[in-house]
């Protein structure tokens, strides 16, 4: 069974800086895509941040353009999500989340096979 650990979150004002790490928690594996996703309070959960593990391809959610940058280690095995100007809507839970492969598009949670279990991110103004 593939655990995905997750950490970096925490309590912020606007305009500061995150940093979400993740990786697995025991063995690592090829990976063909890595994401984040994240949910608010009474909400669905939301695509965030994608990318292809070969570094060829990243998606990001309008929202955040600009503002956060998804990253993996040379590995492919840990991915990073740097997070500046933090706003209060980026209040949610951020999952992690990787992919074995598949045709769905980066940005549908159906491509990946395995989550993290959630780490909190409250920003307050």
């Known amino acids: 069974q593939v655990q995905l650990v997750e950490s970096g979150g925490g309590s912020v004002q606007a305009g500061d800086s995150l940093r979400l790490s993740c990786g697995p928690s025991?063995?690592?594996?090829?990976?063909?895509?890595m994401g984040w996703f994240r949910q608010a309070p009474g909400k669905e959960r939301e695509f965030v941040a994608a990318?292809?593990?070969?570094?060829?391809?990243?998606t990001y959610k309008n929202s955040v353009k600009g503002r956060f940058t998804i990253s993996t280690d040379s590995h492919k095995n840990f991915m990073s999500l740097q997070m500046n100007n933090l706003k209060p809507e980026d209040t949610a839970v951020y999952y992690c989340?990787?992919?074995?492969?598949?045709?769905?598009?980066?940005?549908?949670?159906?491509?990946?096979?395995?989550w993290g279990q959630g780490t909190q991110v409250t920003v307050s103004s």
């Open positions: 025991g063995r690592t594996f090829a990976t063909y895509a």
């Open positions: 989340a990787v992919s074995l492969g598949g045709a769905e598009s980066l940005q549908a949670p159906a491509l990946y096979d395995y």
């Open positions: 990318m292809r593990s070969s570094g060829t391809t990243k």
